[in-house]
Nanobody
Framework: VQLQACGGGLVQAGGSLRLSCVAS????????MGWFRRAPGKEREFVAL????????TYADSVKGRFTISRDNAKNTVYLQMNSLKPEDTAVYFC???????????????WGQGTLVTVSS
């Protein structure tokens, strides 16, 4: 499966952005989908995860209550709604697809190219 992420940009602290990730192929609904991010000078980290049907989600503590992951299997798309953005949310955001329910990025075989989110103070 090929993934294409978009929706990044420059936003002021307290603002919102919605990231999208479109998948190719007809098997999108068989994958759990995750969002990860890599901040400048840091390792890539888990952000959010959604189960195949969209009924289960999990979030990193740092974004819980501010970010919402969702998916539309009819459109082969997963979203990340980001509200109350903080400067520390500045990062390149990646979407990923995998068949295992896990937040371990090493178990996701498919990755998008990343989209940059910059939050100014």
């Amino acid at each position: 499966v090929q993934l294409q992420a978009c929706g990044g940009g420059l936003v002021q602290a307290g603002g919102s952005l919605r990231l999208s990730c479109v998948a190719s192929g007809r098997t999108f609904s068989s994958y759990n989908m995750g969002w990860f991010r890599r901040a400048p000078g840091k390792e890539r980290e888990f952000v959010a995860l959604i189960e195949r049907s969209g009924t289960s989600t999990t979030y990193a503590d740092s974004v819980k209550g501010r970010f919402t992951i969702s998916r539309d299997n009819a459109k082969n798309t997963v979203y990340l709604q980001m509200n109350s953005l903080k400067p520390e949310d500045t990062a390149v955001y990646f979407c990923a697809a995998g068949r295992i329910w896990t937040i371990s990025q090493h178990l996701f075989p498919y990755w998008g190219q990343g989209t940059l989110v910059t939050v100014s103070s």
